[in-house]
């Protein structure tokens, strides 16, 4: 089956850039989409259609696709930023994956 | 202001059956895919189902074919999900969700979430 794989963790310290990769088979046909999710809560969409930034997401939050990859990057990362982030995205049948997700620790 | 309720969760036994709902406003439903995602304790989120604006297409994750049909009534604004034969394993928080408006061949992804609604499988 078709997977999505992302790193599962990531380490910056406040202010530096924090970069995620996804990466997939599919990715060059298909958007890819970035999620935040903070314990206990509901995810939230930061990056959609590879690269738009929905309103009121932060301008420091941008996304990237090139071939089999896409990267969500965060600029000046804040200790507010500090989350679960997982990349969604589509099989060549629909069929919607997520990646494992990833741990970003901001400190 | 877009809103999404689910609600039909609960505790069920190994092999018994729940029907999940979402109750969406603030959309033109009819409009947009929608999917379900689940999230098991202490786990990633996982795809589990995505129904066309109209209902005509339908998909399903291999972990749940066979066993769960989603549906959509436009005229109520209103997702569904009919989970039959429940195991340990589909113990989650299951959530709906509106997807963007893409070429299908694009892939349509979630923007807007609720806030979940708990599964229990146990004896």
């Known amino acids: 089956s078709y997977e999505l794989t992302q790193p599962p963790s990531v380490s910056v310290s406040p202010g530096q850039t924090a970069r995620i990769t996804c990466s997939g088979d599919a990715l060059p046909k298909k958007y890819a989409y970035w999620y935040q999710q903070k314990s206990g809560q509901a995810p939230v969409l930061v990056i959609y259609?590879?690269?738009k930034r929905p309103s009121g997401i932060p301008e420091r939050f941008s996304g990237s696709s090139s071939g089999t990859m896409a990267t969500l990057t965060i600029s000046g990362a804040q200790v507010e930023d500090e989350a679960d982030y997982y990349c969604?995205?589509?099989?060549?049948?629909?069929?919607?994956?997520f990646g494992g997700g990833t741990k970003l620790t901001v400190l | 202001e877009v809103q999404l309720l689910e609600s039909g969760g609960g505790l069920v036994q190994p092999g018994g059956s729940l029907r999940l709902s979402c109750a969406a406003s603030?959309?033109?439903?009819?409009?947009?895919?929608m999917s379900w995602v689940r999230q098991a304790p202490g786990k990633g989120l996982e795809w589990v189902s995505s129904?066309?604006?109209?209902?005509?297409?339908?998909y399903y994750a291999d972990s749940v074919k066979g066993r769960f049909t989603i549906s959509r009534d436009n005229s109520r604004n209103t997702l569904y999900l009919q989970m039959n034969s429940l195991r340990a394993e589909d113990t989650a928080v299951y959530y709906c969700?509106?997807?963007?408006?893409?070429?299908?061949?694009?892939?349509?992804?979630?923007?807007?979430w609720g806030q979940g609604t708990l599964v229990t499988v146990s004896s």
């Open positions: 969700a509106k997807c963007v408006v893409v070429p299908a061949a694009k892939a349509p992804g979630p923007d807007y």
């Open positions: 129904i066309s604006g109209s209902g005509g297409s339908t």
């Open positions: 969604y995205s589509t099989d060549s049948s629909g069929n919607g994956v």
């Open positions: 603030g959309i033109t439903f009819s409009s947009y895919v």
């Open positions: 259609e590879d690269t």
